[in-house]
């Protein structure tokens, strides 16, 4: 396994000391997939005092000093250096309710989760495998280190970390590991929201609609919105799975980024509760997508979901129905309302939720007149006007709300491309406007 540069330095310098050191973790599972580990962690029996002692003409970080851990600043990058440990339960679904310092690595690698995250690696002893970890990772499965049923209630977490470790490196579970995923997931009740919002932020943007299947019954439990949506038909000949099953193709479909799958995955959750069916006997959902962007609100809200994602998704969810037209009239304006970002997302979105591309489809024209306004240099908002308050100031209008509603007038007019946006126009418009106001 290749180490850098400073990670060789660290082991070393631990060494010389007379302690042992090793790379261990995601570091050592990722550089046996071939992947380029993000970071490496290092674990030693030198208790934190002592590492911080070898490595103190270096910057340390001393916040995960209870747990072990010391982070040493080389090369403006954090090598974090944890003491050999075991640890309880997770009480308060946060932090281990305790740590025990040990004396060797076995015991730590015990500790771990599962056995692909629970190997370490030295530069002249090779890896430290007690678990079976290279023979599971060459078979693609996951599995936990010790008895699953009790490593999950140690810590709920866990199960969803299982989700995002299978799917992330395509393992399967073992069959007893996914029976305790299964009946212990409601435990994930009790997990810090935080917790589990930072997981399933990690986790979405790695899933395929066959993963969101597999895992469903732990999904739901942790989305509480999608529960009713799993095996609701929709009585429509223009939807052939069940709202779940639909929702999932829809986040398959939308880029990886987090707003947009956040959107996916609940833009139709609010669809239950509003079912009608007709005399023909088709179904339909009236105001579902009002409904999901509450209901969405309301669970990001409980997840303590930063408020500029739950405030976008539900923007998405809100408009995912609106019929956009390849105008550049309502393009304009909308672009202006919703900022360009948020309507290249809104279109993404409507893109992905009508499934494979349908011929008809009078999006990819949107997309076309959106790049055209863009190219454009369009008018979006007031600050676009060729003129600003201070022109108006100087026509006479009186400092106040009379600006603000006249600028408004005027970027209606340029967006409907009733006016130029050039300035002897609007300063001519505006004259006019003083004199015959509305
Ligand atoms: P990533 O690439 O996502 O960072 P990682 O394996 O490094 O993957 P971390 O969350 O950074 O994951 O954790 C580092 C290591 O600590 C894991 O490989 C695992 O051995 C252990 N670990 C982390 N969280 C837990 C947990 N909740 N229970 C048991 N072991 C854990
Ligand atoms: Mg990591």
């Not at 930072?198 to 969101?212: G, I, R, S, Y």
């Not at 037209?325 to 309502?330: L, S, T, Y």
Request: charged share 25%.
């Amino acid at each position: 396994m290749f180490l850098p540069e400073m990670i060789l330095h660290c082991i070393r310098t631990l060494e010389q000391s007379g302690f042992e050191a090793y790379a261990v973790g995601g570091c050592v599972r990722d550089s046996l997939l071939g992947i380029t580990p993000h970071d490496y962690d290092l674990c030693t029996n030198a208790t934190p005092e002592e590492t911080a002692g070898i490595f103190a003409d270096h910057t340390l970080v001393r916040s995960g000093e209870k747990h072990g851990t010391i982070g040493v600043v080389i090369n403006k990058q954090v090598v974090e250096i944890t003491t050999f440990r075991t640890e309880g339960g997770y009480q308060d679904s946060r932090h281990p309710d305790w740590v025990r310092f040990v004396s060797n690595v076995e015991e730590d690698l015990a500790r771990r989760d599962f056995t692909v995250n629970a190997m370490a690696y030295h530069p002249d002893k090779g890896y430290i495998d007690p678990f079976g970890g290279q023979e599971d990772l060459k078979n693609k499965i996951l599995r936990t280190v010790g008895e699953p049923a009790a490593r999950f209630s140690e810590d709920a977490l866990r199960i969803l970390r299982g989700v995002r470790f299978a799917v992330r490196f395509g393992l399967t579970p073992t069959d007893d590991t996914l029976q305790a995923m299964k009946t212990l997931a409601p435990t994930m009740d009790s997990l810090a929201r935080e917790r589990v919002f930072d997981e399933l932020c990690k986790l979405l943007p790695l899933v395929t609609a066959k993963d969101l299947e597999i895992f469903r019954d732990i999904l739901v439990q942790v989305v509480p919105p999608l529960a009713p949506c799993v095996g609701f038909l929709q009585h429509n000949p223009h939807h052939i799975y069940d709202v779940y099953g639909h929702t999932a193709k829809v986040v398959e479909a939308v880029s990886k980024d987090p707003v947009l799958r956040w959107a996916a995955l609940l833009h139709d959750c609010g669809k239950p509760a509003c079912f009608t069916l007709d005399e023909d006997g088709v179904g339909h959902f009236y105001g579902h997508a009002q409904i999901s962007a509450q209901l969405a609100n309301d669970y990001l809200l409980s997840m303590k979901s930063p408020t500029a994602l739950r405030e976008q998704v539900v923007f998405l969810i809100t408009h995912h129905m609106d019929i956009l037209e390849p105008d550049k009239k309502q393009i304009r304006r909308k672009m202006g309302a919703y900022t360009k970002e948020a309507l290249l997302d809104l279109v993404l979105l409507q893109f992905a939720d009508q499934g494979k591309p349908q011929e008809d489809s009078h999006l990819p024209a949107v997309m076309e007149c959106m790049s055209q306004v863009l190219a454009e240099d369009a008018c979006l908002t007031v600050k676009d006007l060729a003129i600003d308050g201070r022109d108006l100031l100087a026509l006479g209008y009186s400092a106040g709300p009379d600006i603000g509603f006249c600028l408004h007038c005027l970027l209606e007019r340029v967006q409907m491309e009733d006016l130029p946006n050039e300035r002897q126009a609007l300063l001519a418009a505006a004259q006019a406007f003083l004199t015959h106001p509305l």
